[in-house]
């Protein structure tokens, strides 16, 4: 069985915990196991980023550092997690000062980054360590051609010549999960747009308005369901349908791909957490 | 030569001198910045721009290049780019517009400019080693137990203070 270090991030445990739940078991039933990452602390990502890339590198290669002495890869779930991190190591690997800079704070507690561990988002786990056929085998229960928009988070696919999880122009992996799974994927103008989550922090009406833009384009598809795979893409995608501007048009269920995929594995909606999902996608998930 | 009326190449006025843009080149991320043809990709990639008139990347470029100092660095505009990067995958000259945000709010954080829902979030992170500890909630600890997680989130709050102390403290000026 494969084994990664699960880095959950910071969002993910606390305001979607079933994304957590639903990775653990979906994975473990496709034969890998994870090994939560102890002792972390934040990546950085936007904030810290945005201050000082030398604190960003520090804060994000302590958590690459952890991985190494745990002798495993790392998982990462999150879009600005798994970008920082893999941003990071980048930077590590070309950049010796930034390295040694990193080290030397990093050897007070014995730990030491020397870019031997890599970064998968769990998109890479899907594609690259378990594989489509091992999945298509491992469909209990199809779905039977529910219409889904796979919205796959701009930080989990770009810069490209970094992240290297997918085409930056037309990402695949959701697509193909969500048609081997028997539903049926739906494309939709600006799929590779931005949730407008970034921007919440400077301005939660533009930001309302770019999710709401996405939900429109999904909605004008005749979309069934949303399957993210990014904590808050799949929190912003949400919560836009709440607000004053939604409209009252029937809201749209999101869902993690995990959440998607595990049903169809034959896993119970309860171990998925499907029952803390917002916006119910229970309708959509009857598997035959 | 000279007065035949055929500038000479020494006249062109279109090549991005200002000593601002050469401050913003030789931060880490914002190298790419000389690159920009100026021919508005990024903007009409842009979702900020698509829903916010006062945010433009392509003027917001330009103004460095003009080397509007002051202008930007006190100003809200290069917090706005949500570093989604879809301008980046459409520009032709492969000018990493997020990045070189990136290098501007790190001047200016340094001058004391930094948006305060940023500032205050930055110390909160900096403090808690994580950036959710107050929302932590006993709901959310028995949502997590239902769901057979480890209510307990252990997360390290020794690292980012000496993160904070090595380039934070007496290095942010106001």
């Known amino acids: 069985m494969k084994e990664f270090v699960l880095y959950t991030g910071c969002t993910t445990p606390v305001r979607l915990p079933a994304y957590e739940a639903a990775i653990t078991i979906v994975l473990e039933k496709l034969g890998v196991r994870l090994i939560p990452m102890k002792d972390a602390n934040c990546c950085g990502a936007q904030y810290v980023e945005s201050v000082s890339h030398t604190a960003f590198a520090a804060m994000s290669g302590r958590i690459l550092a952890i991985a190494e002495s745990m002798d495993r890869d790392i998982l990462a779930v999150c879009g600005a997690c798994s970008g920082s991190l893999k941003i990071v190591k980048h930077d590590l690997d070309h950049n010796p000062d930034l390295r040694a800079e990193v080290n030397d704070l990093l050897a007070e507690e014995g730990l030491k980054y020397t870019g031997t561990v890599e970064v998968k988002h769990l998109l890479q786990i899907f594609n690259e360590d378990i594989g489509y056929d091992a999945i298509k085998a491992a469909i209990v229960k199809p779905y039977n051609g529910v219409r889904l928009a796979a919205h796959y988070g701009c930080h989990v696919t770009r810069p490209p010549e970094i992240v290297q999880v997918d085409n930056p122009e037309t990402p695949v992996i959701i697509d193909k999960i969500i048609e081997i799974a028997g539903a049926t994927p739906v494309d939709y103008t600006g799929k590779t747009r931005c949730c407008g989550g970034p921007m919440l922090a400077m301005d939660q009406e533009v930001a309302n308005k770019i999710g709401l833009d996405k939900i429109k384009n999904i909605r004008s598809e005749r979309a069934q369901g949303i399957v993210t795979a990014c904590v808050f893409c799949d929190i912003q995608l949400t919560q836009v349908q709440f607000g004053d501007t939604a409209g009252s048009e029937p809201k749209i269920p999101v869902l993690t791909l995990p959440q998607f995929l595990g049903p169809a594995l034959g896993i119970n909606f309860d171990k998925l957490g499907i029952q803390l999902n917002k916006i119910s996608p229970e309708a959509i998930l009857q598997v035959t | ?174």
């Open chain 2, 1 to 174: 030569m000279s007065n035949d009326g055929v500038p000479q190449k020494s006249v062109v006025n279109n090549v991005p001198s200002s000593d601002f843009a050469k401050e913003v080149e030789k931060e880490f991320g914002g190298e790419g910045i000389m690159k920009c043809i100026q021919c508005g990709m990024c903007t009409a990639s842009c979702m900020v721009a698509s829903m916010a008139d006062r945010y433009r990347p392509r003027k917001l470029i330009q103004k460095i290049l003009l080397g509007k100092r002051e202008e930007v660095l006190s100003s809200e505009l290069p917090w706005l780019c949500m570093t989604c990067r879809l301008c980046e995958e459409r520009c032709q000259e492969d000018v990493n517009l997020a990045e070189i945000f990136h290098a501007v709010r790190e001047i200016a954080a340094r001058e004391g400019y930094v948006p305060k829902i940023f500032q205050n979030t930055i110390n909160k992170v900096l403090e808690d080693g994580w950036l959710l500890k107050d929302a932590y909630t006993d709901f959310v600890e028995d949502d997590r137990s239902d769901l057979g997680l480890d209510p307990k989130l252990d997360w390290n709050d020794d690292f980012v203070k000496k993160v904070k102390k090595r380039y934070f403290n007496g290095g942010n000026k106001k």
